[in-house]
């Protein structure tokens, strides 16, 4: 099977910048996409990254390094509103796409 | 409104109960998918159906039954389920299973209690 490993916790400071790591190994890979997940909501697509490098998108950020097998979703300026939890996934060589567990992302004023 | 609904939002059911979980999507997608979230761990993939026709059986138990009839619609039949069943059941689609830079579109799935 697939294994997908990221933070279980993380708390931040409203305006702080916090970086969520995540590593997988999967058999082949076709694309990481970080989703982020309120209590109580369906899970809302971020990002998506294929190709070695930096994908920015106003206050988030995603990296990818393949050789690694490691990607990292970066989210500047906190606001209260960030607090959630965010999911990476990982679409193997067969499209199957498997998740993390999440890592849950508290912002304090 | 994330263009995938599901209903019913919450159910309780007994064990020996019979219930089915509606998933209705109106982005005109190809794939469809039914995940299980429990508390603190991965979304687990249970379904694929792509173009109607069920390309994943993640071992599953036979006690949940999917049933595609159309590529907008997909159901999630329940029966004799156990209390460990309890979980959020989440429907998402995609516009094809096949292409790498397709992210799913979940709903806001439904909080199965099973007693």
């Known amino acids: 099977g697939q294994n997908i490993d990221q933070p279980t916790e993380m708390t931040a400071t409203e305006g702080a910048i916090v970086q969520i790591n995540c590593t997988y190994q999967?058999?082949?890979?076709?694309?990481l996409f970080w989703y982020q997940q309120h209590a109580g909501e369906a899970p809302t697509f971020l990002s998506y990254?294929?190709?070695?490098g930096l994908e920015e998108k106003g206050r988030f950020s995603s990296f990818l390094s393949r050789s690694k097998g490691y990607s990292y979703l970066l989210l500047k300026e906190l606001q209260m509103k960030d607090s959630a939890s965010y999911l990476c996934?990982?679409?193997?060589?067969?499209?199957?796409?498997?998740f993390g567990a999440g890592t849950t992302v508290t912002v304090r004023a | 409104e994330t263009g995938v609904t599901q209903t019913p939002r919450h159910l309780v059911m007994g064990m020996t109960n019979k219930k089915s979980l509606k998933c209705e999507q109106h982005?005109?997608?190809?794939?469809m998918y039914w995940y299980k979230q429990s508390a603190k761990k991965p979304l687990e993939l249970m379904f694929v159906?792509?173009?109607?026709?069920?390309?994943e059986n993640n071992s599953v138990p036979s006690r949940f039954s999917p049933e595609c009839p159309n590529s907008s619609h997909l159901f999630l039949h329940l029966h004799t389920l156990q209390p460990e069943d309890s979980a959020l059941y989440l429907c998402?689609?995609?516009?094809?299973?096949?292409?790498?830079?397709?992210?799913?579109?979940f709903g806001q799935g439904t909080r199965l209690t099973v007693v």
């Open positions: 998402a689609s995609s516009q094809d299973e096949g292409q790498g830079n397709t992210e799913a579109f």
């Open positions: 999967t058999s082949g890979f076709n694309g």
């Open positions: 990254n294929v190709l070695d």
């Open positions: 996934a990982v679409r193997d060589g067969d499209y199957k796409l498997s």
């Open positions: 982005l005109g997608h190809n794939a």
């Open positions: 159906y792509n173009f109607k026709e069920q390309t």
